[in-house]
C-alpha cells in the first residue's frame, strides 16, 4: 500500500482504490517499534502522520495518545498535555476520550497543583461519560480529596508539583 494523491491504492491493483485501515494499523506498529527502540522523534513523527493523513480512522485516537504517552517518557509535559487536549476536542465519540480528560485532570492537579483546573476536567469526564470506569474511580479520588483539609491538601500538591519540576528539569 502508498499514499496517492487521491486516496489509497494497492501497488498491484493500477487505479482500485482500498481502504485506509492496513496503512493505518501498519504505520502504528512501525511507531511502537521506534517507541521499544527508543527513537521517540521517528515515533511521533509516525504518530502524527497517522492523525492527520487519516484522521477518521479508528486508529487515529489511539496514535495520539501514545505520543501522548510518549512525551511524556520524554518529560515533554507541555507536548503531552497539547496532545491530550487535542484529543479531548478532536475526538468526542472515541473510547479514549475519558482517558484523556483523567490524564489531563491528574495533571493539572499533581503537576500544576491546580484544584480548579483539575475539575474542569474531572468534571467533563462524569457529564460526559458518567458510566466509564474512570468515572468511578474520579469520583472516589475527588471524594477522598474532600476529606483533606484545604491548607494540607494545596501544601501537598505544591510539593508534588515541585518534585515533577524538578524531575523535568533533570
Do not use: M
Not at 484522521?55 to 495520539?64: D, G, I
Amino acid at each position: 500500500f502508498f499514499q496517492a494523491e487521491d486516496g489509497i491504492r494497492d501497488y498491484k491493483v493500477t487505479g482500485v482504490q482500498t481502504c485506509a485501515l492496513p496503512i493505518s494499523d501498519e504505520a502504528l506498529r512501525l511507531a511502537r517499534l521506534y517507541r521499544r527502540l527508543d527513537r521517540p522523534a521517528q515515533a511521533r513523527e509516525v504518530y502524527e502522520w497517522i492523525w492527520r493523513q487519516t484522521p477518521e480512522h479508528p486508529r487515529a485516537a489511539q496514535a495520539v495518545l501514545e505520543a501522548a504517552q510518549t512525551s511524556i517518557s520524554r518529560g515533554d509535559d507541555r507536548q503531552a498535555k497539547e496532545l491530550l487536549t487535542y484529543l479531548v476536542n478532536r475526538y468526542l465519540s472515541s473510547p479514549l476520550r475519558p482517558v484523556a480528560l483523567y490524564c489531563l485532570g491528574n495533571r493539572q492537579l499533581l503537576y500544576e497543583a491546580d484544584l480548579k483546573g483539575a475539575w474542569a476536567y474531572y468534571a467533563a469526564l462524569l457529564k460526559d461519560h458518567p458510566t466509564h470506569a474512570l468515572a468511578d474511580r474520579t469520583r472516589r479520588y475527588w471524594a477522598l480529596l474532600q476529606t483533606i483539609k484545604p491548607a494540607d491538601l494545596r501544601e501537598q500538591l505544591a510539593a508534588s508539583a515541585r518534585q515533577h519540576r524538578g524531575k523535568s528539569q533533570s
